[in-house]
């Protein structure tokens, strides 16, 4: 794994409530999660929180206000995904199980599977995309089919994951060390026992 963001590159965009970048064959660092892992209002008041800073920070921000935003933000946003919110059901062996297997079905054809753990409410995954394959695409197939075989298991029906993932291209070597000990050290983080996670490196 050592395909980083190229500013040389074409760039593909795309936003919902999240932008989304897209090249072909680089590292993506994710993070999907359960439909119930965040409270509504905590929800709410992170995103206006979010807007107001965006507001007083217009783009394009530097190397210094990225860092800042990713800071208030994109880790805060994290962090609430570890204090346990919703049913967590992946804390169950049998469900998680079902979300590593779908992961590492089309590992080394779809993608290059990196570090990834399976916490109780939410997944976090370094991958690089093959072909001409998109990270839309290789996160459509793991939550669809994940979400088909929980709700057989469970003998139930409705939304398992959140409609929309965080992506993030990698930028750099010392970044995706950061991210690699982050998803390493989030069972502990956590406050979660290692084995209830499940985890490749």
């Not at 962090?79 to 590992?107: K, P, T």
């Not at 298991?153 to 000990?181: A, K, M, N, P, T």
């Amino acid at each position: 794994m050592d395909a980083f963001f190229d500013w040389n590159q074409r760039v593909d965009q795309t936003q919902r409530h999240l932008p989304h970048w897209s090249q072909q064959r680089v590292i993506y660092f994710a993070t999907f999660r359960l439909a119930d892992s965040i409270p509504k209002p905590i929800l709410s008041e992170w995103g206006e929180r979010k807007k107001s800073w965006l507001a007083a920070h217009p783009e394009p921000h530097d190397e210094e206000t990225q860092r800042e935003h990713h800071r208030q933000f994109t880790w805060k946003f994290h962090d609430y995904l570890d204090h346990g919110y919703g049913d967590c059901l992946l804390g169950n062996a049998q469900d998680s199980e079902i979300v590593a297997a779908a992961m590492r079905y089309f590992d080394s054809k779809r993608y290059q599977l990196g570090d990834w753990v399976v916490m109780p409410n939410h997944v976090h995954v370094l991958f690089q995309t093959q072909d001409e394959w998109t990270p839309k695409q290789v996160l459509h197939s793991w939550k669809s089919y994940s979400a088909s075989r929980i709700n057989q298991h469970r003998e139930s029906q409705g939304q398992v994951w959140q409609h929309e993932s965080y992506d993030r291209i990698v930028r750099s070597l010392s970044e995706l060390s950061r991210i690699e000990h982050y998803i390493r050290s989030n069972p502990e983080r956590a406050g979660i026992e290692v084995e209830h996670a499940s985890w490749l490196m």
